[in-house]
């Protein structure tokens, strides 16, 4: 099954290659992307709280035997539900493109090709195969950014490749590092809590755990190697936004609680400091920064600085002397809903300037009364995003407050005004933007399509549903973050 979600996006890309015209491709790339939602879907609902820690095993296949390196593909509680959200966000983006013009076989062919890379990251069990496709991810990204993307394009597709390539060649490092070391790649003996010998290591076990640390903080993005991250969301195409906001970035936190928290609990727990002080900097720095933005995007793009802070917050929760899974439950809630909410947000902003043709905050007003839909919307996902009781946000956030504060209360309380800044900045965007007085130069803007409003749809009834219902995913993460704490205190 496993394998079939993480290539049916590549088999969807080679059936948009041959398809006879555009309209064949953009159909060809919605069949892919429903099916491989049906799959997440079904694998996640397969996935048993109480059954065996990996489950949905495919493999292990000998693949390089030399190296001792197998295809082994699983999910566990962890990775289960990004899963599901990419496959959620990757038919929003398949449906957010459909009005693409320029070279669309070529559009949605990297698009598919991303998709099939994210998936590949959040299943491998195998540390070469998880390294060649978080690799595989910077080439489409790469390309839908400087091809398709806008303003200073090439520079911005650059500057993520190389903020990118050089957290890889960390992580790479610590990979061989771990290798030489063990004899192995699967990522389930070191799971099992400091599994190998940290004498028989070339490098200080402390330098492989902030090996790995740089690679993930620079995808998370954390403050302060975030700078990559509004450039190329500004410049990046509005489907790339909504992947790159939406599941691009928890391949950061998700190595940070798989690779760190799983296989490095002493140094975790050592270093957990740390992981509080640059998650309170990047959730104040992000919000003080946003306030100032004039971009719609730029707003948006910043706004995830803060809020994926809360992820470094929740982390650091396991500095407590016997900690508790409550803050990496958060941690890993807060991915997922950040996922939905700021896809969202990064979908209605696109939505809006193809209308309005200007993301210049102070130039916009009034547009509720044109396109009622994209405001009320957007009013869902920023209400979300602040954290309102009864949506997806507000569990997460208290989650990794309730977390953090019993191990660095301090910085739980300085995060907390964090979250008032992010109420400030929503609120007076959407104010901007959406209400006031209408301008006469918007009063023949329409509202969204019948086919535009699936995805926002998509989306709102996710953050709905988690919100009302946060145990439907905070009862699956909980079973697999409980067998990594099992080696702390």
């Known amino acids: 099954m496993l394998t079939a ?11 948009v290659l ?30 048993q709280t109480g059954g065996e820690r990996f489950q949905l095993l495919d493999g292990p296949f000998r693949w390089i035997p030399a190296l001792n390196s197998h295809y082994l593909l699983g999910v566990d509680g962890l990775s289960a539900p990004l899963v599901l959200l990419t496959g959620l966000l990757g ?54 950014i400087s091809i398709w993307g806008s303003g200073r394009k090439e520079y911005s597709a650059m500057k993520f490749l190389t903020f990118t390539l050089l957290g890889s060649a960390f992580m790479l490092v610590a990979i061989v590092v771990l290798y030489l070391g063990t004899g192995s790649f699967d990522m389930r003996g070191f799971s099992a809590g400091g599994a190998f010998d940290a004498k028989a290591l070339l ?22 190697v975030h700078t990559w991250l509004p450039d190329a969301h500004t410049d990046a195409p509005t489907a790339v936004s909504v992947m790159l ?11 940070i609680i798989r690779v760190m928290v799983g296989m490095f ?3 975790t727990h050592l270093y957990a400091w740390a992981l509080a002080v640059l998650g309170a900097v990047s959730v104040l720095y992000g919000a003080v920064v946003t306030l100032r933005q004039t971009d719609l995007k730029r707003l948006v793009a910043y706004s995830s600085v803060s809020h994926m802070g809360l992820v470094l917050l929740g982390v650091s929760s396991v500095g407590l002397k016997t900690p508790s899974v409550v803050g990496l439950t958060g941690a890993s809630l807060q991915m ?27 130039d916009l007003g009034g547009l509720a009364s044109r396109m009622p839909f994209i405001a009320v919307a957007f009013l869902v996902a920023g209400l979300a995003s602040l954290g309102l009781p009864g949506l997806s946000g507000f569990a997460a956030e208290l989650l990794v407050f309730l977390g953090a504060f019993g191990a660095f209360p301090w910085a739980a309380a300085l995060s907390a005004f964090g979250i008032v800044l992010a109420a400030g900045y929503i609120l007076w965007t959407a104010q901007r933007v959406f209400f006031g ?31 009302v219902y946060p145990a439907v995913l905070t009862d699956v993460f909980k079973a697999g973050l409980e067998p990594m704490l099992k080696v702390f205190g």
Request: no cysteine; glycine share 6%; aromatic share 14%.
């Open 5 to 15: 979600i993480v290539f049916l996006p590549l088999v969807g890309a080679l059936a």
């Open 18 to 47: 041959v398809a006879r015209n555009d309209r064949g491709a953009r159909m060809a790339a919605l069949v892919a992307a429903v099916g491989d939602l049906v799959l997440a879907a079904w694998a996640f609902a397969k996935y």
């Open 91 to 144: 038919l929003s983006a398949v449906l957010v493109s459909w009005s693409v013009k320029s070279r669309v076989k070529e559009y949605f062919v990297w698009l598919l090709v991303l998709q099939t890379s994210v998936m590949g990251v959040f299943a491998s069990l195998d540390f070469v195969l998880f390294f060649l496709f978080w690799e595989l991810e910077l080439v489409p990204m790469y390309l839908l």
């Open 203 to 224: 490098l200080p076990v402390q330098a492989v755990f902030w090996f790995f640390f740089v690679a993930f903080a620079i995808k998370l993005p954390s403050f302060p």
């Open 245 to 255: 906001a939406g599941v691009l970035l928890k391949m950061g936190g998700y190595g």
């Open 265 to 267: 609990p002493e140094q």
């Open 336 to 362: 997922f809903t950040h996922g939905t909410i700021t896809g969202l947000l990064f979908l209605l902003v696109g939505l809006a300037y193809e209308r309005a043709h200007t993301r210049y905050i102070p």
């Open 437 to 467: 007085p209408a301008r006469p130069r918007f009063d023949k803007l329409g509202d969204a399509t019948a086919l535009e409003m699936v995805a926002p749809a998509l989306l709102i009834a996710s953050i709905v549903a988690v919100g």
